[in-house]
């Protein structure tokens, strides 16, 4: 190799290998990574301002995540809480209720598969929407 030619090095960044095991030796690497910049390493720091914006480590949505994002997506239906950015109140009955039809559903088929806390965080959502649901309906029946 000429002295010229800078060195080429080839990291396999899959997460899982090819038998579909995790793959642990990239683990290792990105736990030396965060340890070397937690230590203030040089060599991070001067990464992270020559290279383009470091991303946001990608973090797996939990069902626990997903049922309180449904939630707020139906408080916002049912005019409970503003859309975010605009601030605007709005209503969507129809909207609301096949949303909470579907975290219902998705209570029922999830039976016996969820932890603890998932179990208490569902079995405690959907009968409070659905009652929120019935009283905003009652609300507009009145007007």
Not at 18 to 25: I, M, R, T
Not at 38 to 67: A, H, I, L
Request: a neutral charge.
């Amino acid at each position: 190799m000429d002295s010229k030619d800078p060195e080429i090095k080839i990291v396999d960044k899959r997460r899982f290998n090819s038998d579909g095991d995790k793959n642990e030796l990239q683990d290792k690497i990105k736990e030396e990574k965060r340890e070397e910049c937690k230590g203030g390493s040089k060599t991070c720091s001067s990464k992270k301002k020559d290279s383009e914006p470091q991303k946001e480590e990608y973090r797996e949505v939990t069902f626990s995540d997903f049922v309180m994002s449904l939630s707020t997506q139906i408080l916002t239906m049912l005019g409970e809480i503003p859309v975010p950015g605009t601030n605007e109140i709005s209503v969507n009955l129809d909207a609301a209720k096949q949303s909470i039809d579907i975290l219902d559903m998705l209570s029922k088929k999830t039976v016996n598969n969820r932890t603890q806390e998932e179990d208490r965080l569902i079995t405690e959502i959907v009968p409070s929407l659905q009652m929120a649901f019935v009283k905003k309906v009652n609300e507009l029946k009145k007007r």
